[in-house]
T-cell receptor
Framework: AQSVTQLGSHVSVSEGALVLLRCNYS??????LFWYVQYPNQGLQLLLK??????LVKGINGFEAEFKKSETSFHLTKPSAHMSDAAEYFC??????????FGAGTTVTVRA | KAGVTQTPRYLIKTRGQQVTLSCSPI?????VSWYQQTPGQGLQFLFE???????NKGNFPGRFSGRQFSNSRSEMNVSTLELGDSALYLC?????????????FGPGTRLTVL
């Protein structure tokens, strides 16, 4: 079975500081991993996805994530936080039986 | 290309009633999935349809059902509503949801059960 764990339900960063959101996965097959962002009262927007083509994946809005098989991790980073990055972020893993399994989410607040 | 659309956006019902939510996928997408999002349980998979066939169903009671039409539009129905059914219901579509395919999400339907 596939699952993900997001470490830290809330992260607070200063504007301009590094954003680091942690995700660890468990998968019985080669994992395909996703990061989504959700703004208040909206659906989920894809930030980036890993499908084994490259371990460092670049996404939208300056975000990137690195797949580390030895650590079973897929952490999301952004070098410099912007006020507009305040949102909830979800890590997800897809499975061969046609579903996404999501982590519990990490809420990011950005301090001016 | 238009995104995934969901109607209605907001809905208020009372316990015991039933409700039908609608989802129109992105043009050309044949897979539609539904998820329930609540503060306590997070995002949980409800079901996935492809070409009018349900390929997977999550761990929800039989009060939750869905279907997909030949034009790939999908509906989900919840009968005998309970207070705990209050949630944001998200629909997602993809071309053919295999492990690497991306699911694109709609804005959701916010259901409140009183």
């Amino acid at each position: 079975a596939q699952s993900v764990t997001q470490l830290g339900s809330h992260v607070s960063v200063s504007e301009g500081a590094l954003v680091l959101l942690r995700c660890n996965y468990s998968s019985s097959v080669p994992p395909y991993l996703f990061w989504y962002v959700q703004y208040p009262n909206q659906g989920l927007q894809l930030l980036l996805k890993y499908t084994s083509a490259a371990t460092l994946v670049k996404g939208i809005n300056g975000f990137e994530a690195e797949f580390k098989k030895s650590e079973t991790s897929f952490h999301l980073t952004k070098p410099s936080a912007h006020m507009s990055d305040a949102a909830e972020y979800f890590c997800a893993v897809s499975s061969p039986d046609y579903k996404l399994s999501f982590g519990a989410g990490t809420t990011v607040t950005v301090r001016a | 290309k238009a995104g995934v659309t969901q109607t209605p956006r907001y809905l208020i019902k009372t316990r015991g009633q039933q409700v039908t939510l609608s989802c129109s996928p992105i043009s050309g997408h044949r897979s539609v999935s539904w998820y329930q999002q609540t503060p306590g349980q997070g995002l949980q998979f409800l079901f996935e349809y492809f070409s009018e066939t349900q390929r997977n169903k999550g761990n929800f009671p039989g009060r939750f059902s869905g279907r997909q039409f030949s034009n790939s539009r999908s509906e989900m129905n919840v009968s005998t509503l309970e207070l705990g059914d209050s949630a944001l219901y998200l629909c997602a579509s993809s071309v053919d949801f295999g492990s690497t395919d991306t699911q694109y999400f709609g804005p959701g339907t916010r259901l409140t059960v009183l």
